[in-house]
């Protein structure tokens, strides 16, 4: 299994709930943990990366700021429509610090993933990076 950035697969977000020019949803997969996506305020939040073809994915690692709960859903065609469930995740609170959490899956394709933040310890929360376990 190997570790792979968003960036080294050429991964893109193409849609994002809220977007604020300071931290704009593309900072979620540039790979850099100093730069981050932050929602704009209410819940639910959500973002959508696509790669350029069907990818293998296992596991995840999500490294965020105040988010309680997160659903990860995924599909395999070439449009951003007709999502399949994968997980759910309630995520600790950090106080201050960033949340780090890798979340397993059943091993399966994916050319579209789906995060939507059901709900955070705050009003705002953040996304610094997500990268992937092939």
Known sequence: MTDSSFSSLDAKVVLASSSDESHPPENIVD??????WMSTGMFPQEFIIRF???????ALTVDSYNVKKLK???NISQSA?????????EFESTEGHLQTNAISLNPGSA????????????????????????
Not at 52 to 58: R, V, W
Not at 81 to 89: L, N, R
């Open 31 to 36: 790979g850099n943990i100093n730069t981050f």
């Open 72 to 74: 990860i859903e995924k």
């Open 52 to 58: 350029p073809e069907p990818t293998t994915i296992s």
């Open 81 to 89: 429509s007709q999502f399949e469930s994968v997980t759910e995740k």
């Open 111 to 134: 050319t579209h993933l789906r995060f939507i933040i059901t709900s955070g310890y705050d009003h705002f929360v953040s996304v610094h990076k997500v990268s992937i376990k092939k």
